[in-house]
């Protein structure tokens, strides 16, 4: 039995109950037809530009590609539900090792093949651990804090003023007592509907998990002590108290109402990622007055801190497929990453610095960003959060922070604490149960 169908016995089922329970179809290996493409796609916000880049394929090989989007925070639950139906995706998504350990036994060994070939280092390749490579990265982003320089500049401050956390917080805290002067707010709301609290239990939750790991020299672990749970307390009050709107109403609040009260200039600083920008200047913003910078912690050499950069965003062919369905699958792949119209589009349309060979330079301003503080010696902030060990984890987090924004005492932050440490060992034994 493969791994997520063992997950769905031990107590997923109820959420496949709308699934078909046929096998991932595939045609006879015999067959002379035209294979077809099924790409899964884990981010929303790409959606349009991947079914237009589907669309030219289609229209310039005669291959038929199709596009799913899964939902916002849906997309394991949306992957488990499609690998159960005949016609399961060919193309899909891990989001590193600890996400790859679900669907290893789908993954298609993709050494070798044009995509392989294309990376510009092998260590954009996640293996099997038995010298085949079952994943490759597909785009690396950046995240941090993003600036509208225009309003920063009305309450007096510019970036060159934030370089630590301490300067965020009196930036932030001067906004916020002057607002009603300002006609603006210090944050963006930090909404914790489903659509938006992977920016703080999982985005935001990197920083003490990143600490951690690099007070202790490690890359993960079974166990988190929570050392610097202090600090993420304390940036994630000024998110819930310098904001647009009072603690109590994040549960309800969107990424939709939070991107929305930036482009409308409500609020100076919105935490998210480079994978925004096509979407704020598609709204009118001037990407001039647009910046990023780091979400300043009040850890280590804060003036040496740089964007948190990485991936985890890892593309799977699915080895269930026809041989036809594969063949195409790859032949996407190589096309999206070396063409004119795929690199355009990953460059521009989605926002995507890509790990290929034949990448076009990006022109969104939050790559160029980091581009800059790598070259000046800034230190980037890993993706130590691809390391959590489940989605259950990150719930667990994400509903204690939920509270304790609508009841900001020490009481529901123990019960953070209890979340992100108990939490973080009980999680891990369960998924790497023998």
């Known amino acids: 039995m493969k791994k997520w169908q063992t997950m769905l016995s031990a107590g997923m089922a109820a959420t496949m109950l709308l699934a078909g329970c046929g096998s991932s179809g595939s045609s006879d290996s015999g067959s002379d037809k035209k294979g077809s493409v099924y790409y899964l796609n884990f981010k929303p916000e790409q959606d349009e530009a991947w079914q237009n880049l589907a669309k030219k394929y289609t229209e310039e090989k005669g291959v038929d590609v199709k596009v799913v989007t899964a939902a916002s925070g849906n997309y394991e639950t949306t992957l488990m539900s499609e690998m159960g139906k005949s016609g399961a995706p060919t193309l899909f998504q891990v ?29 954009y390749a996640l293996d099997n651990g038995d010298d085949s490579v079952a994943a490759i990265a597909y785009c690396i982003e950046s995240y941090g804090l993003i600036v509208n320089e225009k309003l920063l500049k009305e309450a007096g401050y510019t970036v060159d003023d934030i370089k630590s956390f301490d300067d965020l917080k009196k930036v932030a805290d001067d906004i916020t007592s002057r607002k009603d002067e300002l006609k603006f707010s210090a944050f963006t709301s930090a909404g914790m509907n489903g659509s938006s609290d992977w920016r703080y239990k999982t985005h935001l939750a990197n920083m003490p998990i990143y600490f951690e790991y690099t007070d202790k020299g490690i890359n993960s672990s079974e166990a988190i002590e929570g050392k610097y749970l202090d600090e993420y307390r304390k940036i994630f009050d000024l998110y819930i108290t310098d904001s647009t709107v009072p603690g109590k109403d994040l549960a309800a609040k969107t990424g939709d109402d939070s991107r929305n009260e930036f482009e409308k200039g409500e609020a100076v600083f919105y935490q998210n990622g480079s994978w ?57 792949m190589e096309w999206c990453v070396t063409s004119d119209e795929g690199t355009t589009a990953m460059a521009d349309d989605m926002g995507f610095v890509i790990p290929f060979k034949d990448a076009k330079p990006s022109d969104n301003v939050f790559v160029a960003k980091d581009q800059k503080m790598t070259e000046e010696g800034k230190t980037p902030i890993s993706w130590a959060f691809t390391t959590i060990p489940s989605e259950e984890w990150k719930n667990g987090v994400g509903s204690a922070l939920i509270a304790y924004a609508a009841d900001p005492t020490d009481a529901n932050w123990d019960k953070v604490k209890t979340a992100f440490v108990d939490g973080w060992k009980t999680e891990y034994d369960l998924t790497n149960e023998k």
């Open 276 to 332: 925004e920008y096509t979407n704020l200047v598609d709204s009118g913003m001037d990407p001039n007055e647009l910046t990023m910078i780091p979400i300043y912690f009040g850890v280590g050499e804060e003036e040496n801190q740089g964007l948190c950069t990485g991936t985890e965003n890892y593309w799977v062919v699915n080895n269930e497929a026809s041989e036809e369905d594969i063949q195409a699958t790859l032949d996407f």
């Open 95 to 123: 989001n590193g090792p600890i996400g790859l350990k679900n669907w290893e036994d789908y993954a298609y060994n993709l050494k070798g093949t044009p995509i392989y070939e294309q990376l510009t280092s092998d260590s």
